[in-house]
């Protein structure tokens, strides 16, 4: 361990404590050029809280404190570890580490148990701790504002690690007395607050001994934290035990922001640490640990990597990726990594290309997912390689995960000359290695190479066509999804044709030119490729054709009695039609979207699909508004207001703020015709709120 002077405090107010790689050495003296280091001894005390006895027990603390522990004593840290200690032992045990710490240069507190807040004073909860014990706080519990004010006196640097904001143990009507005859406090609802011990430094007087104080907290201010499973740690002790034992040389500030967003992923969002620092030095400690060169070591490389892009993400793109993982059922991990391999400086700033993003890349996930019983192979490396890449993938670690997978393809390449033998196994090699590249064309989708997606696609294809017809039928659908997306993304029209082309293939494989299901699907998707084709071009001839083959759809959807894609193919048809209706003055085309948009709504009930009725409300009222524009006496734009509200009462704020922010835009909008149209100043000021309303969501920094 080690200490960097700071000779200019004005230049670099909040100095983060940091670690290093090496004991005892000290990286930062280049960086700082007047700086001064020296070895340093640091002292640790670990508590674990687990065998309450009038109050709920916690499983996990123990195993946390032994952990802990081991952790800090490999770090070189004096570690004493202690559990289940009453408030006389418990006080004992922070007094005797009081007078330990005399000489020392870093005193490390790691709590984990039962910990309250009552007023503004935080409470660590002795396992003997009752009700009648809240009348004589001070006595009973212990203060760690007292603690963090003796180790202040007694050693440079605190570092107190609380894991200890849990829900309140005590009945919810009880009241806190410092002492027996102190006013009382209730209890905080949501777990600890900010040590007030914790202040920062800037104005500390020259005399002041103390170089600062790190407080850390396992969840955010006035949040519980969880304790995690039954004989496991808890989710704060695990992301401490994987990030703050291998520092690195990476900052103090880096490491705990890796183990803040470690907590919010493993408790899907549900947790979030929180720190609170003032230090006037450059502390490092550590051992060098062996540089990672195995899958796992990979892995949590690129995911180090990802918690650290994670934590500069602002709230409201957190929320969308929280949903997206949510609705479609994907790793919330996954996701984020998805984002971190786009890059972030690609990363969408309007939330409605961002849950394009989103909605895609979690169909790719999903699908991933669904696949992998699929992927059969004798061959144990590649099986090592998959199963690498599944876990890299579930860690965010989508690019290292696409490394796996090229080395697998790479093996399935140096072994192709082998498969020489029986038909047998013949078809088995070629149907696994097909799968290796589908699964390297998974990957590809997920970094948004979908022009190398395609590709491994169309491989997969050729390997499996004489030999799987489910198979060759799913890997040809795929390159035409792929070779959607990317010429959606580009504005290559070729890719959009081989697209078609692909679909076309599809068609050839259903027998006798039977217009079934599939037919009807395959053409669907066909046709949206050619409506996008068609928003590119000047003429509708494309756009006409996507309608008829709508329409076909319709017929066969409506026979086999498929309502969900039959309302899907609706809603494509009446979009279709709004855009065509765009070009014309003749309002025929606005109305017939106006149509078959109500047509979707019979079909998409609100107690079933509140989301996708939602959707098409919103569609019916972009319709209805346009046909105003081209009918103004009628009672369009009325109806286009009801459809909006209507949407808004799914699309809340709350659950869906990006396409709520859009239809109260959208109702604006309507709201401003409609009082021009009746003259009506009520109206306008209804536009102006809808307005106001957008923005609060729809802020600049996020709709610039």
Not at 409 to 430: P, W
Not at 559 to 574: C, F, G, S, T
Not at 638 to 662: D, F, I
Request: proline share 4%; with cysteine; aromatic share 6%.
């Amino acid at each position: 361990m080690a200490f960097v002077g700071l000779s200019n405090l004005s230049r670099l107010r909040r100095a983060w404590l940091t670690a290093i790689v090496a004991a005892l050495l000290c990286l930062a003296a280049t960086a700082l050029a007047v700086a001064e280091t020296k070895s340093l001894k640091g002292v640790a005390l670990i508590i674990g809280q687990s065998n309450y006895l009038h109050i709920a027990a916690l499983p996990n603390p123990a195993n946390d404190a032994r952990d802990m522990a081991k952790m800090l004593t490999d770090l070189g840290f004096d570690a004493r570890s202690v559990t289940d200690r009453d408030a006389t032992k418990l006080k004992r045990d922070l007094e005797r580490f009081t007078e330990d710490a005399d000489g020392a240069d870093v005193a490390f507190i790691y709590y984990s148990g039962h910990g309250i807040e009552a007023g503004g004073e935080n409470y660590l909860v002795p396992v003997d701790a009752d009700v009648p014990s809240l009348k004589d706080a001070g006595t009973s519990l212990v203060p760690i504002s007292a603690v963090m004010e003796a180790l202040k006196k007694t050693v440079p640097v605190t570092i107190m690690l609380l894991d200890a904001c849990r829900t309140n143990p005590f009945p919810a009507d009880a009241m806190v007395r410092r002492s027996p005859t102190a006013s009382a406090s209730p209890i905080g609802a949501g777990g600890l607050e900010p040590v007030r011990g914790a202040k920062a430094l800037g104005n500390a007087p020259a005399a002041d001994a103390s170089l600062g104080t790190v407080v850390g907290f396992a969840a955010e201010p006035g949040h519980p934290a969880l304790d995690g499973a039954a004989g496991e740690n808890s989710p704060y002790a695990s992301a401490l035990l994987r990030h703050l034992a291998a520092m690195k040389g990476t900052e103090f500030g880096s490491v705990m922001r890796m183990v803040t967003e470690e907590v919010y992923l493993d408790t899907k969002a549900k947790q979030r640490p929180w720190i609170n620092e003032s230090l006037r030095r450059l502390l490092y400690f550590g051992v060098a640990p062996v540089e990672p060169t195995d899958d796992d070591g990979l892995i949590t490389g690129e995911r180090r990597q990802l918690l650290l892009t994670i934590s500069g993400l602002p709230d409201p793109k957190r929320a969308q990726v929280e949903l997206a993982s949510l609705q479609e059922g994907v790793p919330l991990d996954a996701l984020y990594g998805v984002l971190k391999a786009l890059g972030t400086e690609k990363i969408p700033e309007d939330p409605t290309d961002l849950q394009k993003v989103l909605d895609a890349q979690a169909e790719r996930l999903r699908k991933m997912m669904s696949e992998r019983a699929a992927l059969r192979t004798d061959d144990p490396e590649i099986k090592r390689l998959v199963a690498s890449a599944d876990k890299a993938i579930g860690q965010g670690a989508i690019v290292t995960a696409r490394k796996f997978l090229d080395d697998a393809v790479g093996r399935v390449e140096q072994t192709n000359h082998a498969v020489d033998q029986a038909e047998d196994l013949v078809k088995q090699k070629r149907l696994a290695d097909a799968a290796i590249y589908a699964r390297r064309a998974d990957a590809s989708g997920l970094v948004f190479d979908y022009k190398s997606a395609a590709g491994d696609y169309a491989k997969a294809f050729s390997l499996a066509e004489k030999w799987d017809d489910k198979l060759r039928w799913n890997y040809k659908n795929q390159e035409a999804e792929a070779l959607n997306a990317y010429g959606y993304a580009t504005g290559d029209l070729d890719a959009l044709q081989h697209s078609i082309d692909a679909y076309r293939t599809i068609l050839n494989f259903i027998p006798n030119g039977e217009q079934n299901r599939d037919w009807a699907i395959t053409r669907n998707n066909m046709a949206v490729v050619l409506q996008t084709i068609g928003e590119r071009e000047t003429e509708t001839a494309r756009l006409e054709e996507a309608a008829r083959i709508f329409r076909d759809s319709l017929v066969v959807f409506e026979r086999e009695k498929d309502d969900l894609n039959w309302a899907a193919a609706q809603n494509n048809l009446a979009n279709v039609l709004l855009k065509i209706g765009e070009r014309e003055s003749d309002p025929k085309r606005l109305n017939e979207a106006v149509v078959a948009m109500r047509a979707t709504l019979q079909k998409r009930p609100r107690e079933k699909v509140p989301l996708d009725w939602a959707a098409s409300q919103n569609n019916l009222g972009l319709a209805l508004y346009a046909l105003s524009e081209r009918e103004a006496a009628g009672e369009h734009l009325t109806q286009a207001e009801a459809a909006y509200r209507l949407a808004l009462e799914e699309y809340t704020r709350e659950k869906a703020p990006v396409e709520w922010a859009m239809v109260e835009n959208n109702l604006g909008n309507t709201l401003v015709s409609l009082g021009i149209q009746l003259n009506d100043k009520a109206k306008i000021n209804e536009a102006a709120d809808a307005f106001r309303a957008t923005l609060e969501v729809r802020t600049r920094e996020t709709f610039p």
